[in-house]
């Protein structure tokens, strides 16, 4: 039995990794994906290579607006920097794109583009 629970427990343990790695992944594209918004924008473009974003605190405040989730700073970049439609929070677009902005750690813009927002 002992042998058992831990040969479940090596299957899960790399399962859980593959399938985080898989939403990253897909995070990163749609971080990239100037389709989320209609202005022609991505994420990217105001944030290259996720500068400016520290995926790891509890609350955010953008342009003097203060939110408790990430999921929420994510929404109001997409409506208020995209012009697109927000995204629900139980989506698998959101689950994937959040799962990526979480791996970023807040670094400095190279330069400053902050237009449009
Ligand atoms: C038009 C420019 C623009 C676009 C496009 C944009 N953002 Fe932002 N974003 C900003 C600005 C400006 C801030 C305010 C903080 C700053 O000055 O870095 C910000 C802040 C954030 C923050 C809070 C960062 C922190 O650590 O406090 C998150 C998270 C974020 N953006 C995510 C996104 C995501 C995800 C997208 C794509 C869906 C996106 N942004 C698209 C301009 C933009």
Do not use: W
Not at 61 to 67: E, H, S, V
Request: hydrophobic share 35%; proline share 2%.
């Amino acid at each position: 039995m002992k042998g058992f629970s831990l040969l479940i427990v090596l299957l899960i343990i790399p399962l859980s990794f593959s399938l985080t790695f898989a939403g990253v992944l897909d995070g990163k594209k749609l971080f990239n994906d100037t389709t989320l918004g209609t202005n022609g924008k991505s994420c990217n473009s105001c944030h290259p290579d996720g500068s400016g974003i520290n995926g790891k605190k509890s609350s955010y405040t953008i342009m003097g607006r203060k939110f408790g989730s990430l999921e929420d700073a994510i929404n109001f970049c997409i409506k208020m920097a995209l012009k697109g439609k927000e995204l629900k929070k139980d989506s698998k677009k959101m689950k994937d794109l959040s799962t990526y902005v979480k791996t970023l750690t807040g670094k400095k813009r190279k330069r400053k583009i902050i237009k449009g927002c």
